[in-house]
């Protein structure tokens, strides 16, 4: 089923890394070591297929408007980067994604041409992500903007932006400038990792392109599988959700990956969320008066 797309988040957003802030509005990617070009452009796509997801909702451009998008809970989406270097050593990396669009269709992403996304961009290389599946049902208070069509699949421009020239390692923080809500349903499931100080980080995206056999329906197990190679006093935790939950992100997200290419958010529990949901009485019908 296609979710209900009244209207989405994407715009410009500030991503940082280790204490080093960066806006996104027009990404600069300056290496520190310059060798090749070649080599350049892999070791940037490498850092964005690896932090993807991150931007997957970005704060609002200013001529759109503000809804909501629904339907999300496994809903497959793709993205696709573009590189270009307008202002040389400087890269610019746009990203693009099928949120709110379509479900990314196996036969039009598979036709999807690369050198014909790099000759519709004016880009260096083109490259795909994806695909994608969310575990979040909705997003809120987002804002729309208008599609395109790239190499036959339609997409949104949802954001540029900006990385450390080094890719950061699974578990790291990372934060991303984003206003919108992420909301679980009741009767859903929430899976988020613990650290050792008790920061808690729920996923929010899972892909199969690492493990071919992940499924929503296993994420219960996912803490021990071997390849997220969980830090030591690191847990997995998994709950079915007895009444909606949602995550704000009031200006900021903190956001990190695991090493099969899931993305979570911190968050906290919202106060009182475990207290038991009070039952309301059904009301007595009062006795009928009889007529004499």
Known sequence: MRPEL???VFGQAV???RGISHKLTRVSYH???V?????????????LIAATAVIALAPPAASAKTGTLTGLYNQRYCEIFTVTRPDPPDYTVDIYNTV????CPADQWAAVDYDEVKTQTGSLTAVPNGPRRWVIDTIAGGKADEPLTLSGLEVRHVAVLTVPSLSPEPYTEMKIARTTTWVYNKGHKVHWLVSPE???YALQAYTTNVD???RAKNLDSLGTNPQMALPEGWKYRTIKLKKQLRLPAPGVATIMRDPLGGTYQKFKWPKKFFKPVKKKKAKQAKPKRSRR
């Not at 060798?35 to 850092?47: C, N, P, S, T, Y």
């Not at 709110?100 to 479900?103: A, H, I, P, S, Y």
């Open 6 to 8: 009244r209207f989405v």
């Open 15 to 17: 991503c940082s890394y």
């Open 31 to 33: 290496w520190m070591t």
């Open 35 to 47: 060798r090749r070009e070649g080599d350049e452009v892999k070791k940037l796509i490498a850092f």
């Open 100 to 103: 709110g669009l379509n479900d």
């Open 198 to 200: 008790g920061k808690k």
């Open 212 to 214: 071919k056999t992940l």
